[in-house]
């Protein structure tokens, strides 16, 4: 005890001076790095001194019961302690304050409010004995610094959690009027302050960005402004946003709550649609992805403010884990609630046994979106075991009006969503048997708004959504036209496939690459064939109408099958793919969704592998698939080599081939290099494909290492 004391007391005296010192040169101060980890562990040690020094509101408590040479020696322990950490804490909350970020005004007073904490605590821990003959004038002095330790922990709170943290969970939160307030106020703003407004507000900039005002967002930080309207690929704020996680400039930063996909996908289409920070959802076109999107989040608040609360018991954490792979996500409906809602995506991969998966959640199931799966009515069999589920989303999908009987047998169901299919007139035998039904959704379907108006009487409590009603005489933008393939990697004999979804549409298209027009474009009439890779290029036409944006797809041929595939260079991060069988399993990946199983990521090591054949193959070309998504640094290969040889031991240098890098920010594509050559007819082949080193000066990762993400091997020559 006596040696604690000791050193307590030379801490002390020592450490105001070194604060003072600090303090009075501190314009000048420039922290070294090895210094400044220190600092950053000022939020973490902070909470020593706070517990130790409230320890002596309840001392006197135990006055009597412990006696008083026991009170006497535990509170010189806790005046010893506390001098230490109060002092130590407050020389690295000095360090960590000059770091750039921090609202110089808030910074100032909890700076100043701890070194009055400081003096306090060296006064009570150096004038113990004499205080402790001064009831009054201990109490008085102990009070000050409880006081002024809890004024300097708000302080420090409003800096890292924002002002009125504290008392922010008994205040009413201030609603907003979903209909009448601005989409950005609405949707966006929740988003931004969940997620990045405890880092970059008035009182805390990282990066000297304030994302909590308008103003802020407008203006933008050190590296720039957030969005560019005319380039949403290239803003700075979705660029971020979508870095893998292990990359420092990723945001949020590792360990923090992170967007989720939905959030990632609102911000996206609010920059795209232009970041218009008052315009309200009215203002927007109703057949833009902002507007589903934006509307799809206010009907979620609305649910949220009028939440049912759920009786039935929760479900397996094990298995809704197991339930959530690549293509299904299950999550709760909201926090702390049983129930749970489930979607179904990527048309491509569907099984029906997805559904019949869902049905050890059959309980729990309140929500499940199937949009645009290829679900049949003889799918919805497996939707009869599911008593709870309450909104049913069958958008774009093949269910017709006629044969819905299963829906109708649902108790529970509230919500039917029938957009974008054959639903007909037919759908009111369904109607009739589903008497809790209070919404569906049938715009571009065969019911019209007279068909609605023949109903509404005998359903007057059941609201119809038939979507926008455009004025004839207004001139509408084209959505593009789509791939009716169910895959881009054709099989042989598969020909290519467009369509449109509105009746009337023509498609021109064009394959070597120029921009298609209304004239001299070729019109798309039948499936057509493609040799190797194929990029088509479609836009959609009709009179009336503003054409569509154009739209880019690169088609691949398959090639011949290799017998096996070794990666010979180890895969980056967590881009594992499927393993080395995901180079030929004739899955193509989306350059968007880079985690996917579809894709092999390398950033550290080139990507090296070798392919075997059972036989000699004659083969004079080999195509190299890869992703381009230039926000999370995904590029071209800078370099890709072919080598062949009857061994892995025997292999020559066949050619080599530098695909051109891009020189700007671009949308996210899929992208293929062909290196033809001589025919050779060797058993193995090694295709190395060289990530960029330096990303160039435009990228705003400027000097980083790039990615090359590959999904696909192709093979051709003489015996393919």
């Known amino acids: 005890m006596k040696l604690l004391s000791r050193i307590a007391t030379q801490v002390g ?79 690295f909350g000095l360090f960590l304050a000059q770091e750039d970020g921090y609202s110089s005004a808030t910074l100032s007073t909890h700076k100043w409010l701890a070194v009055a904490l400081c003096l306090l605590v060296y006064v009570l821990h150096t004038w113990n004995s004499k205080l402790s003959q001064n009831p009054l004038l201990n109490n008085t002095v102990t009070v000050l610094t409880l006081g002024v330790l809890i004024a300097t922990g708000h302080f420090g709170g409003a800096i890292t959690h924002g002002e009125n943290y504290i008392w922010e969970p008994l205040q009413t939160e201030e609603k907003i009027d979903l209909a009448e307030s601005s989409l950005y106020a609405a949707v966006i703003a929740p988003v931004l302050d969940s997620k990045c407004n405890k880092c970059h507000n008035e009182r805390k900039s ?45 945001m949020p930063p590792e360990g923090k709550p992170q967007l989720s996909n939905s959030e990632k996908e609102l911000l996206e289409a609010w920059i795209s649609a232009g970041a218009d920070l008052d315009a309200p959802l009215a203002d927007y076109d109703k057949s833009t992805a902002i507007y589903a999107l934006a509307g799809q989040a206010m009907a979620g608040k609305q649910n949220a403010e009028t939440k049912k609360s759920y009786d039935f018991p929760a479900a397996s954490p094990k298995v809704i884990a197991a339930l959530n792979t690549p293509f299904c996500s299950v999550e709760p409906l909201s926090a702390n609630s049983p129930a749970l809602a489930a979607r179904i995506s990527v048309r491509e991969y569907f099984e029906p046994s997805f559904l019949a998966d869902l049905k050890q959640i059959k309980k729990q199931l309140v929500y499940l979106n199937l949009t645009d799966l290829p679900i049949t009515n003889d799918n919805l069999k497996d939707l009869k075991d599911f008593p709870k589920l309450e909104k049913l989303i069958l958008n774009g999908t093949e269910v017709s009006g006629s044969n819905l009987e299963t829906i109708g047998t649902l108790p529970a169901l509230k919500s039917l969503a029938l957009s974008n299919t054959e639903t007909d007139s037919s759908l009111i035998d369904l109607l009739r048997k589903a008497t809790n039904l209070e919404e569906v959704y049938v715009w571009n379907t065969h019911i019209d708004s007279n068909i609605v108006d023949n109903w509404q009487s005998e359903f007057p409590d059941l609201q119809f959504h038939l979507g926008y009603q455009p004025d004839m005489t207004e001139k509408l933008k084209m959505s593009p036209p789509t791939l009716a393939n169910a895959k881009m990697l054709l099989q042989p004999g598969e020909l290519a496939r467009l369509k449109h979804s509105l009746p009337g549409a023509i498609i021109r298209y064009t394959l070597d690459g120029e921009e298609p027009d209304s004239v001299e474009a070729s019109i798309y009439q039948d499936p057509m064939s493609i040799d190797g890779i194929t990029v088509v290029r479609a836009k959609a036409f009709r009179e009336g109408w503003e054409a569509s944006e154009t739209v880019s797809y690169t088609l691949f041929q398959a090639g011949i099958k290799p017998a096996a595939v070794k990666l010979l260079k180890a895969t980056s991060g967590n881009y594992r793919g499927s393993g080395e069988a995901t180079l030929v ?82 949308p996210n594509t899929v992208e293929a290099v062909s290196v033809q050559f001589d025919p050779m007819s060797y058993t193995h082949y090694k295709i190395v494909a060289f990530p960029v080193t330096r990303l160039p000066e435009w990228h705003g990762g400027a000097g980083d290492k790039g990615w090359v993400f590959s999904d696909e091997v192709l093979f051709f020559g003489a015996d393919d």
Do not use: C
């Open 13 to 91: 005296f020592a450490g105001l001076i070194l604060l003072g010192f600090l303090l009075a040169f501190e314009s000048y101060l420039d922290i070294p790095t090895w210094l400044q980890p220190l600092g950053r562990m000022h939020p973490l040690l902070l909470h020593l001194p706070i517990g130790v020094l409230a320890l002596l509101v309840l001392l006197p408590l135990i006055r009597n019961e412990v006696g008083e040479e026991s009170y006497r020696k535990v509170r010189t322990f806790i005046l010893d302690l506390g001098l230490i950490l109060t002092i130590g804490t407050s020389l």
């Open 585 to 666: 399993d004739s899955e193509k990946g989306n350059a968007s969704n880079f985690r996917s199983p579809y894709w092999l990521g390398f950033q550290d090591n080139p990507m090296e592998a070798l392919f075997t054949f059972e036989e000699p193959k004659r083969i004079d070309e080999i195509v190299l698939s890869y992703a381009v998504n230039m926000s999370s640094y995904i590029m071209p290969p800078k370099r890709v080599e072919i080598w062949g040889g009857n061994g892995p031991d025997a292999l020559q240098k066949l050619h080599s081939s530098k695909p051109e890098q891009p020189n700007k920010y671009g």
């Open 206 to 250: 990282k990066g000297k960005l304030v994302m909590s005002t308008k103003a802020g967002l407008l203006k933008g930080g050190e590296s720039g402004s957030l969005w560019l309207t005319d380039q949403p690929d290239s803003s700075l704020l979705l660029q971020r946003i979508h870095l893998p996680i292990e990359i420092e400039e990723h």
